[in-house]
C-alpha cells in the first residue's frame, strides 16, 4: 500500500509539473517574436539612416572626381612621353601636333583613319614603347569622343612652342589642362 501511494504521489508531482511546464511554454510561445509595428519601424529607421548615409557621401560626386583625377593623371602622362620624344629627338615635337588644339588618335587606329578625320596620329611616341605603351584613353570614352579618338586634345602654340594637353569632357565644371 505504501508503495502504490508513493507511485501516486509521484505520478500527481509529475503530472502538475507537466501542467505548470505546458502553461509557462505556452506562455513563451505568445510573446516570443516582434510585433509586425516593431519590424516597421525597425525598418523605417534603417531606411532613413542609409537615404542620409548616401546624400552625405555623394556617390555621384565621389565617382565624377575619380574619374577627373585619372584625366588629370592621363594629361599628365601624355605631356611627359611628348617631352621624352622631344628630348630624344633633338627638341624636336611630333610633326602631326598643331597649333589648333585637335583629339588624339586611339593606339592601335590606322594612320590612315586619323588623318583622314580630325584626330592627331601620335603612334610616333608609341611605335617603340620607348615613351608610353599606349595613349590612355578618358574613362567615359566613347561617350563625348570621337569614333577613334581617345578623349584628349593636344596642341602646340605656334610662337613659343608650348604644348598643351586637355581633356575634353572633365566633369563638375572643371577644367583639366596642362601647358609646358
Same mark, same amino acid.
Given at each position: 500500500?505504501?508503495? =502504490?501511494?508513493?507511485?501516486?504521489?509521484?505520478?500527481?508531482?509529475?503530472?502538475?509539473?507537466?501542467?505548470?511546464?505546458?502553461?509557462?511554454?505556452?506562455?513563451?510561445? @505568445? @510573446?516570443?517574436?516582434?510585433?509586425?509595428?516593431?519590424?516597421?519601424?525597425?525598418?523605417? !529607421? !534603417?531606411?532613413?539612416?542609409? $537615404?542620409?548615409? &548616401?546624400?552625405?557621401?555623394?556617390?555621384?560626386?565621389?565617382?565624377? %572626381?575619380?574619374?577627373?583625377?585619372?584625366?588629370?593623371? %592621363?594629361?599628365?602622362?601624355?605631356?611627359?612621353?611628348?617631352?621624352?620624344?622631344?628630348? %630624344?629627338?633633338?627638341?624636336?615635337?611630333?610633326?602631326?601636333?598643331?597649333? /589648333?588644339?585637335?583629339?588624339?588618335?586611339?593606339?592601335?587606329?590606322?594612320?590612315?583613319?586619323?588623318? /583622314?578625320? *580630325?584626330?592627331?596620329?601620335? *603612334?610616333? &611616341?608609341?611605335? =617603340?614603347?620607348?615613351?608610353?605603351? =599606349?595613349?590612355?584613353?578618358?574613362? @567615359?570614352?566613347?561617350?563625348?569622343?570621337?569614333?577613334? $579618338?581617345?578623349?584628349?586634345? !593636344? =596642341?602646340?602654340?605656334?610662337?613659343?612652342?608650348?604644348?598643351?594637353? @586637355?581633356?575634353?569632357?572633365?566633369?563638375?565644371?572643371?577644367?583639366?589642362? &596642362?601647358?609646358?
Amino acid at each position: 500500500m505504501a508503495g =502504490s501511494k508513493r507511485r501516486l504521489r509521484i505520478t500527481l508531482v509529475l503530472r502538475r509539473g507537466w501542467a505548470l511546464n505546458m502553461i509557462c511554454f505556452k506562455n513563451l510561445k @505568445q @510573446q516570443a517574436g516582434f510585433t509586425l509595428l516593431e519590424v516597421l519601424l525597425v525598418v523605417a !529607421i !534603417i531606411a532613413i539612416l542609409a $537615404g542620409i548615409v &548616401i546624400i552625405a557621401i555623394n556617390p555621384g560626386k565621389q565617382l565624377g %572626381d575619380t574619374r577627373n583625377a585619372q584625366r588629370q593623371a %592621363d594629361v599628365t602622362t601624355i605631356l611627359n612621353a611628348v617631352y621624352q620624344y622631344s628630348l %630624344d629627338n633633338k627638341d624636336t615635337l611630333p610633326g602631326t601636333i598643331t597649333a /589648333s588644339a585637335t583629339e588624339m588618335c586611339k593606339t592601335g587606329t590606322l594612320a590612315a583613319t586619323c588623318t /583622314s578625320g *580630325s584626330l592627331i596620329d601620335l *603612334s610616333t &611616341i608609341t611605335a =617603340s614603347g620607348k615613351y608610353i605603351a =599606349s595613349l590612355p584613353v578618358d574613362p @567615359q570614352c566613347p561617350t563625348g569622343c570621337a569614333a577613334n $579618338g581617345n578623349g584628349y586634345k !593636344i =596642341s602646340k602654340d605656334a610662337t613659343t612652342g608650348r604644348v598643351t594637353v @586637355q581633356a575634353i569632357n572633365p566633369e563638375q565644371g572643371k577644367t583639366i589642362s &596642362i601647358t609646358r
